[in-house]
Every structure is written in structure tokens, then in C-alpha cells.
């Protein structure tokens, strides 16, 4: 489908309105042989508190409420010899940008520390603008030029970010044998945290919106109820949902979608088994039969929302040959959430604010609660629908 259609899909979005309801259920006993005077009704209501919510993710969990601490960026591989990789289905939000002729990606994790997680590698111009409303950041990273090592210093310097690399934590970082060099460098983000978290330091600020999805909470009565003789005596328990929420959610419904960076091309599809948009990149190693992106543990990447960020890119002042992605200003944005596609905008005014992003129709886009990639193509790169037909076959693919 060419872009024209998408615009026209976007266009012609409609709500839908899902509703979180229930019902009463009662249950009720008789006993003929108990006779009493009236007694008064006792009743019972159970009430759950909300769960605390990781700011990242959106999601309600109760371990959101331990120990703060500060978020890790790591700096990841995505070449061929790369895949698969480690700790790259636990990372709260994945960035995707263009290096010299291939993608690299930024693992922001906080959740969930996996560990370990790799190939690591180097840094470039574009991290540290990227990763700027990250509350200071643990940066992890492994070989830079002199002057992208200088904007990484200077980062560190004005509390944009902490140097964690394998040069400043050294102790966190191993070599793998399984792998060639520089294809094989790994790191463990829990002592990571442990040599170069600042002291106290919370954890990072929200950076995105999230749709409140919010179930019924239960309210329990039990109510007891005692006759005159010759009449029974019933007891009845009733459940009844003390809310009722309305999530309404705008977009076109869309199979899935290809996108072309310009020398690396993905896919995604929407998976209702995962409730997430299924990732398959086809590579000179990878052809389209084991294309699916997967961890060494052989689980697909496939995150509740993909934003699909059109930026321009500049040259790194470092390294003319290194493309440096632009992520401060406005620009178009589409947004793949719950199997559906919504057109808009993205602004950013300042590095050290978020970015925020609005429908085409002026209301905020909120995301689906659970792992965001971000995905940044330069201006118009092409971008094409897939059919359900060819979903559903991408789909199968098991890799």
C-alpha cells in the first residue's frame, strides 16, 4: 500500500469504544429447618488499592514501589553478526536510528535489569540529545572516537547523563567466546547500578502518555438474613464491580506494516496473542524464512507500541562520515498501538524535555500500557501497509 493509502487509512480512522463491565452473580442456600426472629443484615466489603505504575512502561506492578533508581541506556549492535541478541526483549523502550548504512539501537532499561545484555557497542554524536530527558541516565557503551568520547564527557559533565561504560565499569563487562570481535561484548546492568548509580537518585520521569486501562475492582457483600419459622433463612453473596471503565481508542485497524530505513528495512505485525506488533528484519544473514528478530532465548520482539518518528539527520561533528539524528524539534509521527495506526505530530522542544506527540485531530495519542520501540526513519522514508494475507504469513514465521 502506498503512503497516499495509509494518509487515506489514517484519515479515515473511527473510534472504538471498549467497555470493562460486569455482572452480579448471586448464590443462595436454603435451610427450612432453621427458625429465628429477624436478624439484622451483616455485610463484608473488600476493596483493592491501585497498584504503583513504572513510569517507562505505564504499567501497574506492585515491585514499582521498591528501591529507586535511575535508568540504563545501553548502546546496542543490530548488524547481521549481531543477532540474535541479549536482553533486548526486556528493555522498557528501544530506539532505532541509522548509523553508517545499518541501524543501531538504544535499550533504555529500568523495570527489569536484564542481565546480561549485549553485543554493546560505541556511542555516537545522536545519544546524547536522544537520551537527555532520561533523568541522567547510566550510559553504557563501549568505543568511541576521540570526539564522540569528548561529547560523551562533556554530557556526563553537565549531568545529562553517567558514564558507565566498559572503560569507566570495567568490572561490569565481559567478553563472550561464542562470538567474534566486536560483535561480543557483554554487560551485567545489575552491577552496573551498583558501581555507578549516584547516590539517591530516583527513577526516571515518564516521558510518555499512557491509556488508563484500568479493570473492575471487586466489591464483595455477604448479607445474612434470618425469617419467622416456616420461612426460609437465605444467605447471599453477591459480586459486583464497584467501576466501570471506557477506553476509547482512535486509529485505523492495520495488520502491520514495513519500513524502510534506507539499506535496512523491518517489519511489524500485529500479533493478538502477544497484544503487540511481532518485529522481523530481513538481513544478508537472515533471509525472510528466519527473519523474525528474537533473544537468545528465542522469544520475538514484539512491544505493545511502535512510534514511527520521521526526523531529519544531520553529520555528526565528530565524524563526517556518521549520520546524527535530530530528535530536538516537530516533525510527523505515526503511532502503532492496540492493531491500529494513528497519524499526527511529534514536538520536542529542548533535549531535556520529552517528546510529545498529538493526533491529527489535536488530542494527545497515549499508548498502550508495556514496552515502547521508537523508531526513527529519516523524512521520507518509504512506509507501506501490509495486507492480512501477508501479515498472517509473516506471522507464521517462526525463524
Known amino acids: 500500500m502506498t503512503r497516499k493509502k495509509l494518509a487515506l487509512i489514517i484519515g479515515g480512522a473511527v473510534a472504538a469504544l471498549l467497555v470493562v463491565g460486569g455482572a452480579v452473580f448471586a448464590l443462595t442456600r436454603s435451610d427450612s429447618t432453621?427458625?429465628?426472629?429477624?436478624?439484622?443484615?451483616?455485610?463484608?466489603?473488600?476493596?483493592?488499592?491501585?497498584?504503583?505504575?513504572?513510569?517507562?512502561?505505564?504499567?501497574?506492578?506492585?515491585?514499582?514501589?521498591g528501591p529507586a533508581h535511575p535508568a540504563i541506556v545501553v548502546k546496542m549492535d543490530n548488524s547481521p553478526d549481531a543477532r540474535p541478541q541479549t536482553g533486548i526483549n526486556e528493555a522498557d523502550v528501544v530506539y532505532e536510528l541509522l548509523v553508517e548504512g545499518i541501524t543501531r539501537y538504544a535499550l533504555v532499561f529500568h523495570s527489569n535489569l536484564a542481565d546480561p545484555v549485549g553485543p554493546v557497542r560505541s556511542a555516537r554524536s545522536s545519544d546524547i540529545d536522544l537520551i537527555a530527558d532520561l533523568?541522567?541516565?547510566?550510559?553504557?557503551?563501549?568505543?568511541?572516537?576521540?570526539?564522540?568520547?569528548?561529547?560523551?564527557?562533556?554530557?556526563?559533565?553537565?549531568?545529562?547523563?553517567?558514564?558507565a561504560s566498559n572503560s569507566a565499569a570495567a568490572p561490569a563487562y565481559y567478553r563472550s567466546d561464542d562470538r567474534q570481535s566486536p560483535h561480543n561484548l557483554y554487560?551485567?546492568?545489575?552491577?552496573?547500578?551498583?558501581?555507578?548509580?549516584?547516590?539517591?537518585?530516583g527513577n526516571p520521569a515518564p516521558i510518555f502518555n499512557f491509556r488508563?486501562?484500568?479493570?473492575?475492582t471487586p466489591t464483595t457483600t455477604t448479607s445474612s438474613t434470618s425469617t419467622t419459622s416456616k420461612k426460609s433463612a437465605t444467605t447471599t453473596t453477591s459480586i459486583v464491580p464497584t467501576t466501570t471503565?471506557?477506553?476509547t481508542v482512535p486509529g485505523a485497524l492495520t495488520p502491520g506494516f514495513t519500513l524502510d530505513f534506507g539499506g535496512v528495512a523491518v517489519d511489524y505485525v500485529w500479533n493478538s496473542g502477544t497484544q503487540g506488533w511481532s518485529r522481523l528484519?530481513?538481513?544478508?544473514?537472515?533471509?525472510r524464512a528466519k527473519s523474525p528478530t528474537l533473544d537468545t532465548a528465542g522469544v520475538q520482539v514484539s512491544p505493545a507500541n511502535v512510534i514511527v518518528q520521521f526526523i531529519d539527520y544531520g553529520q555528526s561533528p565528530s565524524d563526517s562520515r556518521s549520520p546524527m539524528a535530530l530528535t530536538v524539534g516537530t516533525g510527523k509521527v505515526l503511532v502503532f498501538t492496540d492493531g491500529r495506526v494513528i497519524g499526527g505530530t511529534w514536538s520536542r522542544p529542548t533535549a531535556d524535555k520529552p517528546t510529545t506527540y498529538t493526533a491529527d485531530?489535536?488530542?494527545?495519542?497515549?499508548?498502550s500500557p508495556g514496552r515502547t520501540w521508537v523508531e526513527l526513519p529519516r523524512i521520507g522514508s518509504p512506509i507501506s501497509v501490509l495486507d492480512q494475507a501477508t501479515a498472517d504469513a509473516y506471522l507464521a514465521i517462526k525463524g
Not at 554487560?187 to 547516590?199: D, I, N, S, T
Open 34 to 65: 432453621k427458625t429465628a426472629e429477624s436478624e439484622p443484615t451483616v455485610s463484608t466489603t473488600t476493596t483493592t488499592a491501585p497498584l504503583p505504575v513504572w513510569p517507562l512502561t505505564g504499567v501497574a506492578d506492585a515491585k514499582a514501589s
Open 135 to 163: 533523568s541522567t541516565p547510566l550510559f553504557v557503551w563501549s568505543g568511541a572516537n576521540a570526539g564522540v568520547a569528548g561529547e560523551v564527557n562533556a554530557a556526563a559533565r553537565k549531568g545529562i547523563l553517567v558514564d
Open 187 to 201: 554487560v551485567h546492568l545489575p552491577q552496573v547500578l551498583e558501581l555507578k548509580a549516584p547516590e539517591k537518585q
Open 212 to 216: 488508563k486501562i484500568v479493570a473492575a
Open 245 to 247: 471503565t471506557t477506553t
Open 281 to 287: 528484519q530481513v538481513d544478508q544473514t537472515h533471509p
Open 361 to 367: 485531530d489535536g488530542t494527545p495519542i497515549l499508548l
